[in-house]
């Protein structure tokens, strides 16, 4: 059957339209179509009477019917199709029907409350959102963090900082010292403090000629950039001891933890000395008591972390930590010293930071709340402002 869409007109829910498009025409409907089977009362023989009559004019009727809705459907794609060509069609994100005022197509304004939320949409936090480049970074003396772990820790503890400081376009390294993160060698074969600092030393010595870094250290790391600040000031434009040994000349890091060692009893707990040379022999590394290192160093930090220390901390060779170092005021001392406090630290205590601090002062102290011994875990946020607040402090003239 061929239909001529030049001639074919239907009204469908109270709309009259040419099959050309020519003509949009709104006009209240008598009735509404619903979706129980049964024909449109405006039609004739269209009562349920007529559909079960076995009469012959009735049937006819019924197929009358059934060929002009047919022709309806018909009518209506081409009249769908014809519009999506010519591109006068505008469909709105509304369940009710827009139809244009004037010639032309329409276009429809986006309603805010049309828009799908997305999955992720909840778990964005501003914080969270990329750091925009540091727009002083290219500026600086250097722009290059060196990190350096704590006893018993690893590179593998920086993940954060070096996340966020890489984001904000600095250049960042975290070494592991000799026997700690992955670095194989056997903690208890540590004989010295330049062995268990070598990674680091040979890490500064290839430096190019010119080329300068700021050095942090935690924990035990502050008397391991101690060390190389005595050996390389030069190419050190900052050190920042983070809740670390910051030392005096002629003092190891067992002297300044003997200090507070009577009455810090959650640390003598916690501590468990290793004898791989035999029980007739000196100790050789110190561990820690995987049920009090929680409260002892995390505190304050997310379970997830806590975890990730567990697994992977190694012990503490003991014989760097009673080393006694040699500095001097034209090496170490010529080197701008920072210091960050941790002050919920159950690890070194305030008391113990701030004794360290007077005895040796630093050029600025920077103060962390609410952090643990492991700030990096605790506050990374807070740390990683710090850094970059002291990354931009002009370096001190010679």
Known sequence: MRISRKNIKFRYQGFKIDAMGNSWVCFAPKEEVGFTGEPSKRFPNSSRKARTSSSPSKNKGKLDEDAFIQQQA???????????????????????????????????????????????????QPHQLVIDKDPNVDALETNHFVLVHGGGFGAWCWYKIMTLLEEGGYRVDAVDL????IHSFDT?????????????TDFLEKLGDGE???LAGHDFGGACISYAMELFPSKIS????IAAAMLSSGQSTLDMFSQQA?????????QIFLYANGKDQAPTAIDLDKTLVKDLLFNQSPAKDITLALVSMRPIPLAPVMEKLSLSDEDYGSVQRFYIVTQEDCAIPVSL????????????????????????????????KVLVEIAQIPSKQV
């Open 238 to 241: 900052k050190a920042i001891f």
């Open 212 to 214: 300068k870094v700021i």
């Open 178 to 181: 000799t026997g700690a993160g």
């Open 353 to 384: 930071q701030e004794s360290m601090i007077e005895i040796n002062p630093p050029e600025q102290v920077f103060w962390l709340k609410g952090s643990d011994h492991a700030p990096f875990f605790s506050r990374p946020q807070s740390l990683h």
């Open 188 to 200: 208890n074969s540590i004989a010295s403090l330049a062995q268990y600092v070598k990674p680091l």
């Open 74 to 124: 018909i009518a209506a794609a081409l009249l769908f199709r014809h519009h999506q060509q010519n591109g006068s069609l505008s469909l709105s994100r509304s369940t009710s029907l827009v139809f244009p005022s004037s010639p032309g197509p329409k276009k429809l304004s986006k309603s805010s409350s049309s828009r799908q939320r997305s999955r992720f949409d909840s778990l964005i």
């Open 262 to 270: 009577a009455s810090n009893d959650l640390m003598r707990q916690a």
